[in-house]
């Protein structure tokens, strides 16, 4: 598997149909060994409760749930960071 040759060990996931497809991807790296992430503010259902629901199973699993915010300054780390400013910037819009 790709995913594994690469050595990542977390994963951040995003996607639509959250009961389904990002709730079974997510389940699955877990059991297999992978710190998940799930980006609630960029996940979705066709209905809300769906989507609570995959939230609140995914919590259930010790699946991690952050927020896009979060994700973009984990990444950038702190101030010096060459995209900092403008991260900040396109977040404050």
Known sequence: MALRRSGRRQIVLVGQEA???VLQTALELFHIGYD???????ICSRKT???INAVQRLQKHDVSIINYESVLFEWIRDSSHPDFRRVSALLRQ
């Open 19 to 21: 009961h389904l497809s």
């Open 36 to 42: 998940v992430y799930v980006v609630e503010d960029a």
């Open 49 to 51: 409760r769906h989507n």
